[in-house]
């Protein structure tokens, strides 16, 4: 069974860093893309980060560029999300999943709640 946990969130002040988690299993993690994905409160969830399937090639949104780096270990099953310089727009709920596959649409895990604020 495909599985997401998400873990690494907290409150932080901006200017903080965090080092998110996430924890796969259930599929061939180490041949497919990972991404993160956050939602804001009363927004649509979007795209943060993505990364190759041996970690060669990231793609990031405008807004987090030089900021958030995603990485991962395919020995663990497992992506991370080196979030530094954080925003109060960064807050949100952070996700992870494989990218453009109608596979895993079903099986979002319960995200780690990430709040800046001072």
């Known amino acids: 069974q495909v599985r997401f946990v998400e873990t690494g969130g907290g409150l932080v002040q901006p200017g903080g860093s965090l080092r998110l988690s996430c924890a796969a299993s259930?599929?061939?993690?180490?041949?497919?893309?990972m991404s993160w994905y956050r939602q804001a409160p009363g927004k649509e969830r979007e795209l943060v980060a993505r990364i190759n399937d041996f970690g060669g090639i990231t793609n990031y949104a405008d807004s987090v560029k030089g900021r958030f780096t995603i990485s991962r270990d395919n020995a663990k099953n497992t992506v991370y999300l080196q979030m530094n310089s954080l925003k109060p727009e960064d807050t949100g709920v952070y996700y992870c999943?494989?990218?453009?596959?109608?596979?895993?649409?079903?099986?979002w895990g319960q995200g780690t709640q990430v709040t800046v604020s001072s």
């Open positions: 259930g599929f061939p993690f180490s041949i497919l893309a």
């Open positions: 999943n494989v990218p453009n596959s109608p596979n895993f649409d079903n099986y």
